[in-house]
């Protein structure tokens, strides 16, 4: 079907974020200073890494941080600094304790100078795993797909200075320090609970409360970011006609992907192709997705969609289609106008992370498949988020088949056309399903009034 033209919206892109990885195996060959030092047993948990060159700490980008997903050395101290040490195969993962992402070399590169950076974990990358080598002065980490050594660029120990992959020699700036954090950690990929540190009771614990002290009130909820407006594609558009798959990370710069022939549906019938298909632990950033964009994005397992905007979506924007309850698909920053249906499906198992997006003339923002064939328990979560009339539904999920919806500072833009924040149907195999009722509730709609600003 042909959509109506649509007036730009203003809106917020936040650009996130994503992955880490590490360590253990030593080096052969004994050719650096140090090399028959014997290393300390590095077991599973938090550390911070500290870099001999400046003595500044391994840091994960913040979300809004212009070099993109880069790591960088900052001072000691400060977010993001937190890394989980995971066994993978001969080495090890290191992922960050507040985000869940590896750190791995971009594009899984070889040579020289290639940037380090937080992505999506992926199963068993040897970019994202690193082994070590106890030498004077700490330990040098070793990609296992490259064999070059963790390092700050240009071997600077100033503040801010990026980290990047560089043949290992004995320089400072390609020697760390792990610390144990004494830090409580989210659960590790799987389900196995990372290390819990044991908390000491206090020696004198207060018998009687001072008769001053008040209950503490509930923590109000963060206030909504900025939502900034809708981007202007840069260059000439970019024709497809084929399905383009994505492996690793593929950053269109901002330009305009439009598809034609097979690709150039734009109206609501089953099993359109997708415009992108991205393998599992793959990442999509800066596109736009322009009209027509067929069934826009496959998502094949644990993927990132950051900084990706569709101007009229077709059948859906995207669909989520993995095959593990453990795999998540994460959608960062971007926007979507004219869903007649659904912005983002998700069919298989796993979670769904939408934040920092904003949305408008939609049918659902999501939807947890209601007629899947195979069915699933699936699980969303909503956290700065922008929704604007025309619009229906925000989260559709299958109660029944016990679906959650974790919903926070979302803000409706819906007037005189109320929008539902969150559906419950009853899922089925076959058939249509129904709606069985819509709100906050303890079990599955998980959010509260004061998650939810609403204006005109």
Same mark, same amino acid.
């Given at each position: 079907?042909?959509k109506r033209a649509i007036r730009p919206k203003h809106g917020r892109t936040a650009v996130l974020g994503g992955t880490v990885a590490l360590l253990a195996a030593g080096i052969s060959g004994g050719l650096w200073a140090g090399a028959n030092a014997v290393?300390?047993?590095?077991?599973?948990?938090?550390?911070?890494?500290?870099?001999?060159?400046?003595?500044?700490?391994?840091?994960?980008?913040?979300?809004?941080?212009?070099?993109?997903?880069?790591?960088?050395?900052?001072?000691?101290?400060?977010?993001?600094?937190? #890394?989980?040490?995971?066994?993978?195969? /001969?080495?090890?993962?290191?992922?960050?304790?507040?985000?869940?992402?590896?750190?791995?070399?971009?594009?899984?590169?070889?040579? $020289?100078?290639?940037?380090?950076?937080? /992505?999506?974990?992926?199963?068993?990358?040897?970019?994202?795993?690193?082994?070590?080598?106890?030498?004077?002065?700490?330990?040098?980490?070793?990609?296992?797909?490259?064999?070059?050594?963790?390092?700050?660029?240009?071997?600077?120990?100033?503040?801010?200075?990026?980290?990047?992959?560089?043949?290992?020699?004995? $320089?400072?700036?390609?020697? #760390?320090?792990?610390? $144990?954090?004494?830090?409580?950690?989210?659960?590790?990929?799987?389900?196995?609970?990372?290390?819990?540190?044991?908390?000491?009771?206090?020696?004198?614990?207060?018998?009687?409360?001072?008769?001053?002290?008040?209950?503490?009130?509930?923590?109000?909820?963060?206030?909504?970011?900025?939502?900034?407006?809708?981007?202007?594609?840069?260059?000439?558009?970019?024709?497809?006609?084929?399905?383009?798959?994505?492996?690793?990370?593929?950053?269109?710069? &901002?330009?305009?992907?439009?598809?034609?022939?097979?690709?150039?549906?734009?109206?609501?019938?089953?099993?359109?192709?997708?415009?992108?298909?991205?393998?599992?632990?793959?990442?999509?950033?800066?596109?736009?997705? *322009?009209?027509?964009?067929?069934?826009?994005?496959?998502?094949?397992?644990?993927?990132?969609?950051?900084?990706?905007? #569709?101007?009229?979506? *077709?059948?859906?924007?995207?669909?989520?289609?993995?095959?593990?309850?453990?795999?998540?698909?994460?959608?960062?920053?971007?926007?979507?106008?004219?869903?007649?249906?659904?912005?983002?499906?998700?069919? *298989?198992?796993?979670?769904?992370?939408?934040?920092?997006?904003?949305? /408008?003339?939609?049918?659902?923002?999501?939807?947890?498949?209601?007629?899947?064939?195979?069915?699933?328990?699936?699980?969303?979560?909503?956290?700065?988020?922008?929704?604007?009339?025309?619009?229906?539904?925000?989260?559709?999920?299958?109660?029944?088949?016990?679906?959650?919806?974790?919903?926070?500072?979302?803000?409706?833009?819906?007037?005189?056309?109320?929008?539902?924040?969150?559906?419950?149907?009853? &899922?089925?195999?076959?058939? /249509?399903?129904?709606?069985? *009722?819509?709100?906050?509730?303890?079990?599955?709609?998980?959010?509260?009034?004061?998650?939810?600003?609403?204006?005109?």
């Open positions: 079907m042909t290393a300390p047993t590095l077991k599973p948990g938090v550390y911070t890494l500290v870099s001999a060159a400046g003595g500044l700490c391994l840091s994960a980008p913040a979300d809004d941080d212009p070099d993109g997903a880069q790591l960088k050395q900052q001072p000691c101290g400060k977010e993001r600094q937190h #890394w989980r040490l995971t066994a993978a195969g /001969e080495g090890y993962t290191l992922v960050t304790a507040e985000g869940g992402a590896c750190a791995g070399v971009r594009e899984a590169r070889t040579g $020289a100078g290639a940037a380090v950076q937080q /992505e999506p974990c992926g199963k068993g990358a040897p970019s994202q795993r690193w082994t070590t080598k106890a030498v004077d002065g700490g330990h040098r980490l070793v990609n296992a797909g490259s064999g070059k050594c963790l390092a700050v660029k240009d071997g600077s120990g100033d503040p801010g200075a990026r980290v990047q992959q560089n043949s290992c020699d004995s $320089a400072a700036a390609k020697r #760390w320090t792990l610390k $144990a954090a004494n830090v409580t950690t989210p659960p590790m990929p799987g389900g196995t609970a990372a290390p819990t540190p044991t908390v000491k009771p206090t020696a004198k614990p207060t018998v009687k409360p001072t008769p001053t002290a008040k209950p503490t009130a509930p923590t109000a909820p963060r206030p909504a970011g900025g939502f900034p407006a809708w981007p202007t594609p840069k260059g000439d558009d970019v024709p497809l006609t084929a399905t383009q798959t994505v492996t690793t990370v593929f950053d269109g710069g &901002g330009r305009r992907f439009v598809g034609k022939g097979a690709l150039g549906g734009s109206g609501q019938s089953e099993n359109q192709p997708a415009i992108f298909e991205l393998a599992d632990g793959a990442v999509l950033q800066n596109v736009v997705l *322009g009209n027509t964009a067929a069934d826009g994005v496959h998502c094949k397992g644990s993927c990132t969609l950051r900084n990706v905007w #569709w101007e009229n979506v *077709g059948e859906d924007a995207a669909t989520f289609k993995s095959d593990s309850p453990s795999q998540t698909m994460t959608v960062d920053g971007g926007g979507a106008r004219g869903a007649a249906d659904k912005v983002f499906q998700h069919n *298989g198992p796993g979670s769904f992370v939408i934040k920092n997006f904003q949305a /408008e003339d939609f049918g659902k923002l999501y939807r947890s498949c209601g007629n899947c064939k195979t069915q699933h328990s699936r699980h969303l979560e909503i956290d700065n988020v922008l929704v604007t009339a025309p619009g229906k539904v925000v989260a559709g999920i299958n109660s029944n088949l016990g679906d959650t919806a974790k919903i926070s500072r979302l803000v409706v833009e819906d007037s005189a056309h109320p929008i539902t924040v969150c559906q419950r149907f009853e &899922g089925v195999t076959k058939g /249509e399903p129904k709606p069985i *009722g819509s709100g906050p509730d303890a079990s599955h709609c998980l959010y509260t009034p004061a998650d939810v600003t609403h204006r005109p």
